[in-house]
């Protein structure tokens, strides 16, 4: 049993037509610095991509300083004395 389908006629030059401007580029045309929906598109990617290396960096703290140890000495002595033993001997001490 073949199973047939009748022919579709498709048009290349008209499959896709977008009839509506995306806001984000009528946004960027409203500022008066781009002229066309392409110089538009450029600038959002562009964007796009200053927005992920800024997070990128603020993620990775690139040269960063390393968080300085928490000393026996800086801990107040009445929450020094609610820590059992064995977590007061992991504690560096000054001394």
């Given at each position: 049993?073949?199973?047939?389908?009748?022919?579709?006629?498709?048009n290349t030059?008209?499959?896709y037509?977008?009839?509506?401007?995306?806001t984000?580029?009528?946004?960027?045309?409203?500022?008066?610095?781009v002229?066309?929906?392409k110089?538009?598109d450029?600038v959002l990617?562009g964007?796009a991509?200053?927005f992920?290396?800024?997070?990128?960096?603020m993620?990775?703290d690139?040269?960063?300083?390393k968080?300085?140890?928490?000393y026996?000495?800086?801990?107040?002595?009445?929450?020094?004395?609610?820590?059992?033993?064995?977590i007061l001997?992991t504690i560096?001490?000054?001394?």
């Amino acid at each position: 049993m073949s199973v047939e389908f009748p022919e579709e006629k498709f048009n290349t030059e008209n499959s896709y037509t977008p009839t509506k401007t995306p806001t984000m580029v009528k946004w960027v045309m409203k500022t008066g610095l781009v002229n066309n929906k392409k110089q538009a598109d450029m600038v959002l990617v562009g964007v796009a991509v200053l927005f992920f290396v800024i997070s990128f960096i603020m993620m990775s703290d690139f040269g960063g300083s390393k968080p300085q140890p928490t000393y026996l000495e800086d801990i107040p002595k009445d929450v020094r004395a609610t820590l059992p033993p064995e977590i007061l001997n992991t504690i560096p001490s000054r001394n």
